[in-house]
């Protein structure tokens, strides 16, 4: 992760986050059904997102950035629980905070998610899917490939992960075509027994409803710590603003909308308290913040920035709960009932661009799915023996030896 702007992380994490509880008035327009089918896993949804970022938290060093897509890595594990079963099953909808809720429930919802979250809009493009990477000669169920068709706009394409530079390059090719050229090298190696790869993508751009001036931005230093400054491209803009202090728990709220129906939200912990902060914050501060908002007049001062953030989640999911998949206990037998499947890999990516002009940001996830045990390989290659066999009298039918099968 880069070591720059580490301030910024919490309000990073609230961008992807927010839309979880986001009860704003742009979103008035659609019916009280409509909000009913995607919103079963918006509070579930949100507390994965904290919970992952205190674990995510723990492990990164002073000065590290924090920049993930709590919906991406919901998806990516989602899928992967279509073809769960048993106790593999129940840790990751237990760590999802699914519980509650069964996987036909969880798979209409992500279809409705994916419906309007890719529902297109002037000035604002979002785009979120999903893909199977799957071995060729390797045949998953249908009723699995079925199923990530159609709640979760799944493709599904081919690769040869023998050839395990190849496949690596058109992974990592559909993925940046996917995310606008913005995630290029998610997925770093690939062993040639590889089963298959499920990948999540997720991609903003999103204009400012009242853009920056760019000659207004100037040089500012940025306090890293109370050690560390650097040089930062400070944009500034005034006027009224979707704005709430909360003195009991020492931060300042602001709201910043783009076209359409998105919004960043930023929470600036007060000097020195964010540990503090990250200690507490729940979506329940979230939706209580963004409730109490009003407008007000101010002067904002923000970095310009870029900055990116990669992290291997299979030890913090392990932490989460998520232990059976990756191990020999692993039931995947919804995705093949002939192959024993385990997760060998999760990656994930993602990148933040704000600029006077609005946002950009991208992230991928990939789940790499290995046979528990390497298969014995048996090429006949070279002279065998074959027999035709009637069992009720013991008999041998045919019998004999290929040594030039194209004699």
């Known amino acids: 992760m880069c070591r720059i702007f580490a301030s910024c992380a919490l309000a990073a994490l609230l961008l ?3 839309w979880a509880d986001h009860h704003h008035h742009h979103d008035s327009s659609h019916s009280h059904e409509g909000e009913m089918a995607c919103h079963v896993l918006s509070p579930h949804n949100a507390d994965f997102a904290f919970t992952l970022y205190k674990h995510l938290n723990a492990k990164v060093a002073a000065g590290q950035n924090i920049f993930y897509s709590p919906l991406g890595i919901s998806t990516a ?16 909808f237990s760590s999802l905070g699914y519980s509650t809720l069964d996987q036909a429930r969880v798979n209409e919802a992500y279809e409705h998610a994916f419906h309007m979250l890719n529902h297109s809009q002037e000035n604002q493009k979002l785009e979120v899917g999903n893909s199977v990477a799957v071995r060729t000669g390797f045949n998953p169920l249908p ?7 159609q709640f979760y706009t799944g493709e599904v394409f081919n690769v040869d992960f023998e050839k395990p530079d190849e496949a690596k390059n058109q992974i990592n090719q559909h993925i940046a075509t996917k995310t606008h050229d913005k995630i290029k090298d998610l ?3 690939l062993d040639p027994q590889m089963a298959m790869v499920l990948i999540n993508w997720v991609y903003f751009r999103g204009q400012w409803e009242k853009p920056f001036n760019g000659n207004l931005t100037t040089k500012r ?5 109370e050690n560390t400054k650097v040089e930062v491209d400070m944009m500034k803009k005034t006027g009224r603003f979707d704005y709430y202090r909360d003195h009991a728990k020492f931060v300042t709220v602001v709201v ?3 076209k359409g129906n998105t919004s960043m939200m930023i929470v600036l912990p007060d000097e020195g308290k964010m540990k503090e902060v990250e200690g507490f914050i729940s979506k329940d501060h979230i939706r209580s913040w963004y409730n109490s908002l009003y407008k007000n007049n101010i002067n904002l001062s923000m970095p ?3 900055i990116s953030a990669e992290a291997s989640l299979g030890e913090t999911l392990k932490e989460m709960g998520i232990v059976d998949a990756f191990g020999e206990k692993a039931d995947f037998s919804g995705i093949s009932e002939d192959v024993k499947l385990k997760v060998s890999k999760v990656s994930h990516q993602a990148v933040l661009s704000v600029d006077e002009t609005g946002t ?15 298969p014995e390989v048996i090429e006949l290659n070279r002279p065998f023996m074959v027999f035709i066999l009637e069992h009720s009298t013991r008999s041998f039918v045919f019998m004999g030896k290929i040594v030039n099968p194209t004699a």
Do not use: C, W
């Open 360 to 374: 950009e940001a991208a992230a991928a996830t990939t789940l790499e799915i290995m046979p528990m045990s390497l």
């Open 16 to 18: 992807a986050v927010v």
């Open 256 to 258: 910043l909308p783009y």
């Open 143 to 149: 009723a699995f490939l079925n199923d990530i068709k």
């Open 187 to 189: 997925v770093k190696d």
């Open 304 to 306: 310009k920035f870029s």
């Open 221 to 225: 230093d940025f306090h890293v710590d």
């Open 77 to 92: 594990l989602s899928m992967l629980s279509v073809g769960a079963r048993g106790d593999t099953h129940t840790q990751l």
